[in-house]
């Protein structure tokens, strides 16, 4: 089984490197930016390439979120949102296969085709207001270290 985080969208440089570092700093998880936009795709792409090359990890970029599914032979694939169903992460631990845990960037949301077949999820107790990149922190922290 692979974990994969993803990142929707982003378009700030700093934000995709900030996420890269963040995910690598969790066991056995992949990144995977999606549908980067701007100079996230000019400038913070190459720089996340450069971080995983220097810690010999993967990165995969992709340019739509429903590649994902097909390209990563995905069992699941999870969105955040506000309007998510609340989500046990035990359960994604426990079910076979690969799953892709996705943050927005905050800049653009998925449309509705592009989220067929992902399901909508958010995390009891983590104010919505927080940023995407925190709120990644606690997911994953919450997901390795089984905190309830």
């Given at each position: 089984?692979?974990?994969?985080?993803?990142?929707?969208?982003?378009?700030?440089?700093?934000?995709?490197?900030?996420?890269?570092?963040?995910?690598?700093?969790?066991?056995?998880?992949?990144?995977?930016?999606?549908?980067?936009?701007?100079?996230?795709?000019?400038?913070?792409?190459?720089?996340?390439?450069?971080?995983?090359?220097?810690?010999?990890?993967?990165?995969?970029?992709?340019?739509?979120?429903?590649?994902?599914?097909?390209?990563?032979?995905?069992?699941?694939?999870?969105?955040?949102?506000?309007?998510?169903?609340?989500?046990?992460?035990?359960?994604?631990?426990?079910?076979?296969?690969?799953?892709?845990?996705?943050?927005?960037?905050?800049?653009?949301?998925?449309?509705?085709?592009?989220?067929?077949?992902?399901?909508?999820?958010?995390?009891?107790?983590?104010?919505?207001?927080?940023?995407?990149?925190?709120i990644l922190s606690i997911l994953m922290y919450k997901l390795f270290y089984q905190v309830t």
């Open positions: 089984m692979v974990i994969y985080a993803g990142i929707y969208s982003p378009t700030s440089v700093q934000r995709v490197v900030d996420f890269v570092r963040i995910v690598y700093a969790f066991p056995s998880l992949t990144p995977v930016v999606i549908k980067p936009v701007g100079a996230a795709a000019q400038i913070g792409v190459p720089e996340a390439f450069k971080i995983s090359i220097k810690l010999n990890k993967p990165l995969i970029v992709i340019p739509e979120l429903n590649d994902a599914m097909e390209l990563l032979k995905l069992a699941g694939a999870y969105y955040y949102s506000d309007e998510g169903e609340e989500l046990e992460l035990s359960h994604v631990l426990k079910t076979p296969g690969n799953h892709l845990l996705v943050l927005p960037s905050g800049e653009s949301e998925p449309s509705k085709k592009e989220l067929v077949g992902v399901r909508l999820f958010k995390l009891k107790d983590i104010p919505p207001q927080l940023p995407p990149l925190a």
